[in-house]
């Protein structure tokens, strides 16, 4: 009874993703409920998606924030990007997204309105495994690597939540 998915996020888990030999890098429903929410909270009207895949997060902001919200996703394989658009479509919010295929650390040198944005950064658990990465993960190395650097920025207030595979929030101290 925890759930409330709108129907082409259900869409995107079941009819493709789940096809996809990645698909253990779909956000968890749970973890996108909760970050949804809390766009809500807010009063998000813009978002950035670093990393889109086949779109569910990033339909997920789209249908919080306002008509005239923006959401920017990035994402560099264009197969993921075909995957997702027609379930924009489908939902009647493409036009608060727009997708940059390419490198999100060029797509975010350009963006002129990052703030000081608060972060919500998903899978920081990654299964666990952040806690003694193998010397050959570097994926769960590069997240240990960020959490242990999140901890000790007292630029941020931090929350680190177990839903999902981990969520960070990290919200900018202004005092
Ligand atoms: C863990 S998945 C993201 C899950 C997604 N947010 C969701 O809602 O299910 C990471 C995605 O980031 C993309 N990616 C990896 N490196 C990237 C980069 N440098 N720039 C843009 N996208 C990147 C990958 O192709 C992959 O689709």
């Known amino acids: 009874n925890a759930l409330r998915p709108h129907s082409p996020l259900s869409e995107i888990t079941t009819a493709k993703t789940l ?43 789209a249908l919080v924030v306002p008509e005239s919200g923006q959401v920017v996703a ?17 939902a009647g919010v493409e036009d608060k997204i727009t997708v940059h295929l390419q490198m999100c650390i060029k797509t975010l040198g350009h963006l002129t309105y990052i703030s000081d944005p608060p972060t919500f950064s998903p899978q920081v658990l990654w299964s666990g495994k952040v806690v003694d990465p193998a010397p050959d993960d570097l994926t769960s ?13 007292q630029r941020i207030d931090l929350s680190m939540l177990t839903v999902g595979n981990g969520l960070t929030l990290a919200i900018k101290r202004y005092r």
Do not use: R
Not at 74 to 90: Q, T
Not at 141 to 153: C, E, I, R, S, V
């Open 74 to 90: 990035c994402e560099i394989d264009d197969e993921y990007v075909n995957i997702a658009e027609p379930f924009f479509k489908e």
């Open 19 to 61: 096809e996809d030999p990645w698909s253990i890098m779909l956000v968890a429903s749970e973890q996108a409920q909760l970050m949804a929410n809390l766009a809500k909270l807010i009063n998000a009207s813009k978002t950035i998606e670093i990393g889109m895949y086949t779109g569910y997060n990033t339909l997920n902001m």
């Open 141 to 153: 190395q590069a997240l240990d690597k960020l959490n242990k650097k999140l901890h000790t920025d």
